[in-house]
């Protein structure tokens, strides 16, 4: 059996989970260590309770396991397992073991169980090699990592960026499979075909101008996200006259809410905040505070919006966001901080970190190649295919 180890149900994961049930060909149990998310929990970077409104616990065979006492996904030391994992495992019948990453203590725990009880591991992990690194923060990860890697039988890399990191710890290609990040496609461009048709009705319920140039942002209020980066982008465009039109839907929420109200001429807010009650800068760009949308409705501004934006720094491994918007049929500009710039927006419609000109001039660019040809982001059943083909080989 092949068992697969994560913090909790990511709703982008139980889709792959789904797909490899009804492959049938790998037997094996997903083993959570919280359940975080399957109920209404606390996301602090929010600054909210949600659950998820899609079904993630269905389709695939999972069990939760005894964890410590008010374990989260994102604490290290309180993300750990607290039941004997290698009796787990001998009594699973467990063949190997695929975990998630390396940032909290029940993915080196199950790391060393797996080796103790002779089982393959393999990884699959977010990390990549773009952000820049101290000597001695490099140093550090060499032996830290280094250590962990080297009892890796596999590596599941998600997009170019991840395989080179590997590559820089002398990974060799014969111990790399590719399984590239993805979100469920077919869900994401169904919902957008049914909503097609009440773009025009979306828009003016968020107050957005039919000729309007209307860019998203979708993700948390966060400073590692970057989103001021984009206001400041659409005041230089306002300012400049190149597009007059601009207008800015912010999905989401976090501890820049107030900042970013202030920046903008906040034409519909789903929450009061009072935040432009002190005078704002002059050539605010219009902007619509849309508020946190759940799975089931997050479609509903891809369909509004003309593209998106991810300015985020470093910390953004990835950008998931992009694949769900890409997946929708809508376009995106991506800072080439992101873990996805070069496999999904390439150097066309990505901009370096921080360069509010250069982001700006992608914008006006986008405007003007509107309507633009999509390229269908991957699909997570190339995960399966590669899930299915490891198996195949360790039974061999």
Not at 101 to 114: E, I, L, N, R, S
Not at 210 to 234: E, M, N, Q, T
């Amino acid at each position: 059996m092949l068992a697969i180890v994560s913090t909790h149900p990511i709703q982008y994961q139980t889709p792959i989970w789904q797909a490899l049930a009804a492959d049938g060909r790998v037997p094996f149990e997903v083993w959570y260590m919280t359940d975080f998310g399957t109920k209404p929990s606390r996301d602090p970077e929010f600054g909210t309770t949600f659950r998820w409104d899609i079904d993630t616990l269905s389709g695939y065979p999972y069990r939760v396991l005894r964890s410590a006492d008010g374990a989260v996904p994102a604490d290290f030391w309180k993300c750990r397992v607290t039941e004997n994992l290698r009796d787990r495992l001998r009594l699973a019948g467990v063949k190997a073991v695929w975990i998630q990453g390396w940032q909290v203590a029940g993915y080196w725990q199950t790391a060393f169980a797996a080796k103790a009880v002779g089982a393959e591991l393999w990884l699959r992990a977010e990390s990549n090699d773009l952000a820049p690194t101290p000597l001695w923060k490099r140093l550090v990860k060499k032996i830290v990592l280094g250590r962990l890697f080297s009892m890796i039988n596999r590596f599941l890399y998600i997009g170019e960026a991840n395989k080179r990191l590997y590559g820089s710890f002398g990974v060799p290609e014969a111990r790399l499979s590719s399984a590239p990040y993805a979100v469920d496609n077919e869900r994401f461009a169904r919902q957008a075909a049914a909503l097609h048709g009440k773009r025009a009705e979306l828009r003016r319920q968020w107050g957005i101008a039919d000729d309007a140039f209307c860019v998203l942002f979708c993700g948390k209020f966060i400073g590692k996200k970057r989103p001021l980066d984009l206001v400041k982008a659409a005041q230089a465009l306002r300012g400049d006259g190149r597009i007059p039109g601009i207008h800015l839907l912010f999905v989401g929420a976090g501890e820049l809410g107030g900042a970013l109200r202030a920046a903008c001429n906040v034409v519909q807010d789903a929450v009061e905040t009072g935040a432009n009650q002190c005078a704002p800068p002059s050539g605010r760009p219009p902007a619509t505070f849309a508020g946190f949308l759940n799975q089931s409705e997050i479609c509903q501004a891809y369909v509004a919006a003309d593209c998106l934006v991810l300015p985020s720094d470093h910390g953004e491994t990835w950008g998931l966001v992009v694949n769900e918007a890409m997946a929708s049929g809508l376009p995106c500009i991506v800072s080439d901080a992101c873990g996805c710039a070069e496999d999904l927006a390439g150097p066309d419609w990505s901009y370096p970190l921080g360069d509010v000109a250069a982001l700006a001039g992608r914008l006006d660019r986008m405007r003007k190649s509107l309507p633009l040809r999509i390229v269908r982001p991957p699909s997570f059943g190339n995960t399966v295919s590669a899930i299915v083909s490891a198996w195949q080989s360790l039974r061999e």
